[in-house]
């Protein structure tokens, strides 16, 4: 509210039916849902001092794939540094902790915590497998022509240093085993999941969406890929319905075949129980090839 009178708004001006109240000293004009969540955030951590957007809100701004419970609840979350109260408003779950000066990022005048501290304290609320799937993503390292970066969000050294400085914070422990199980090179949530799954299963460790040539001078990059055995695995998801990109996976299937592969298509149906239907597919191919569960090291 005082910014808004800073910058020229008459106290009648603020008065006006078409501006709400969210909480104490914080008014905006009536929205639609279309509105980002930073910029309804952002007066929240203006008018609370030394504090920053946080857990399930920090989550959401951040676009985390995931499931976190709770995470689309109405409510904002704002962490406090110590000695610090946390924030107590209408609106709002207030949290009071340590935050280090490299924990917290400026989005666009809005204060947040960065995307790892923001992994680490949603750690609680989340699955092992969940936390996996994040931790994949900010590990992943993007493709320059298509995100306009080529550098990964994080490092598991950046992790690890991480999870280190935090030893007593709720849920260190299942952020622990997720970073144990967390890999460079997955591209979605579902890849993440499969490859759990089917670690979980016995079955080897693939190669993660590496580079494999074939024959007559073709190459794939398979989404997980078992070279000894020459097997292959492709999530196709809902975009693979495209005619065009249907024409692209038939292609692809004959060059996997040319060059004596065995392709392994999973779909979303597969992934349903516990991915129990893509592991078996996945079984019988490396099975078909030779691999026996005495081979994993």
């Not at 969406?209 to 007559?216: A, C, E, Y």
């Amino acid at each position: 509210m005082s910014e808004a009178l800073n910058h020229g708004a008459s106290y009648g001006e603020l008065c006006h039916r078409e501006v709400v109240t969210l909480s104490r000293g914080i008014k905006i004009v009536k929205h639609d849902s279309d509105v980002p969540l930073a910029l309804l955030t952002r007066p929240y951590t203006v008018v609370t001092g030394y504090s920053a957007a946080s857990h399930a809100t920090a989550f959401r701004i951040w676009d985390f794939p995931g499931f976190l419970p709770g995470s689309h609840d109405e409510t904002i979350h704002i962490s406090r540094q110590y000695p610090h109260t946390a924030p107590r408003r209408n609106g709002v779950v207030g949290h009071r902790t340590a935050l280090l000066n490299d924990e917290v990022h400026c989005l666009n005048g809005l204060w947040i915590t960065n995307r790892i501290r923001t992994w680490l304290d949603c750690a609680n609320g989340m699955s092992v497998e969940e936390l996996v799937v994040v931790a994949d993503h900010l590990l992943r390292i993007p493709r320059l022509e298509f995100e306009g970066r080529s550098e990964p969000y994080t490092t598991i050294h950046e992790l690890e240093v991480l999870l280190a400085r935090h030893s007593g914070t709720p849920g260190i422990v299942k952020a622990r085993e997720a970073l144990s199980l967390a890999r460079v090179g997955s591209d979605s949530p579902q890849e993440t999941k499969l490859r759990l799954a089917c670690g979980y299963a016995g079955l080897p460790a693939p190669l993660l969406n590496v580079k494999t040539p074939l024959s007559d001078g073709a190459e794939r990059t398979p989404d997980q890929s078992y070279p000894e055995f020459k097997v292959a695995t492709e999530y196709d998801g809902d975009t693979h319905n495209d005619p065009d990109q249907v024409e692209r996976d038939v292609k692809r299937a004959e060059e996997y075949q040319r060059a004596g592969w065995i392709e392994v298509r999973i779909m979303k149906r597969h992934m349903r129980n516990g991915a129990k239907d893509a592991v078996r597919k996945v079984r019988d191919a490396l099975w078909a090839r030779g691999w026996r569960p005495s081979q994993n090291p």
